[in-house]
């Protein structure tokens, strides 16, 4: 694991959780508009909201960073080391919109905490008997798109 | 009644979402390190190479499935029930499904981090 790999992991945290901020507070403030697939107008205006845009971009950085740490290490490593956004959601609830977190949510948080403590100290990637390694795919298909 | 319209829907979110998690993981492990691409190839080949995986877009499909049976099971059941269920399951059916079907390393370690936020997820409901 490099630095560049911590950094794609932070910004899967990251960035979803300041999408699925930006995407909450632009539906909320839409208010009570009927968006389904029956209101199909209303649904491309709450494209156009730009809490919603923003979201939306924030959730696209998040999908590439999510694929690009999938394309170098494990699943159930992946999943676990990036649930801090459930802290993260919770911590910035708590500080900035002053919400109440009972002793229940706290030690929900210290249970993730763990379990991201648990996954990150461990290996990122199960070695593969194909493959020596991702960077070796990666590298196998320059030679083969050299080659055509 | 309704309940059992909630549960529906969790199972259809637990099913989709795994299934889609495994296909995109499938497919970048076949796509190869993306940095290493990026580094060697440019930004566009990485792009490329991403959308003509066929599992890739079956992937999204699922993805695409697992978010609308959570509209659907928000409307039947309530929020503090279907969101942490559905997360907290995908944890545990994702951890499964790795090990079968990506032939993942899942040790105690592993289990035991799924375990715990799976647990922290729904008291964090709570």
């Not at chain 2, 907290?88 to 079968?100: K, P």
């Not at chain 2, 715990?116 to 008291?123: P, Q, S």
Request: charged share 15%; aromatic share 10%.
């Amino acid at each position: 694991m490099t630095l560049r790999k911590y950094l794609v992991l932070a910004g899967i945290t990251i960035f979803s959780t300041a999408g699925d901020s930006l995407l909450a507070r632009g539906m909320k403030e839409l208010g009570n508009v009927n968006v389904s697939l029956h209101n199909l107008s209303s649904l491309l205006l709450a494209v156009a909201h730009p809490w919603v845009t923003a979201g939306i971009l924030f959730l696209l950085a998040f999908f590439a960073c999510y694929m690009s740490a999938l394309s170098w290490a494990d699943l159930t490593y992946v999943l676990p080391a990036t649930s801090l956004a459930y802290v993260l959601v919770a911590l910035v609830g708590h500080f900035r919109l002053h919400e109440v977190i009972s002793a229940t949510r706290w030690l929900g948080i210290a249970l993730i905490a763990a379990g991201v403590g648990f996954v990150a100290a461990g290996p990122s990637v199960t070695p593969d008997h194909h493959r020596e390694s991702t960077r070796d795919a990666a590298r196998d298909a320059v030679s083969q798109e050299a080659k055509l | 009644m309704k309940d059992l319209y909630a549960w529906a829907a969790i199972g259809l979110i637990v099913l989709a979402s795994t299934t889609g998690d495994v296909l995109l993981s499938y497919s970048m492990k076949r796509v190869g390190d993306v940095g290493e691409l990026w580094k060697r190839r440019g930004i566009l080949a990485v792009i490329g190479r991403v959308l003509t995986t066929p599992t890739f877009a079956l992937g999204l499909m699922a993805m695409g499935v697992a978010f609308y049976s959570l509209l659907f099971g928000l409307s039947w059941g309530n929020l503090s029930l279907v969101v942490p269920a559905s997360a907290s399951l995908t944890f545990v059916a994702n951890a499964f499904a790795a090990r079968i079907f990506l032939h993942e390393r899942v040790g105690r370690r592993r289990w035991v981090a799924a375990l715990l936020v799976a647990g922290g997820v729904v008291l964090m409901a709570a």
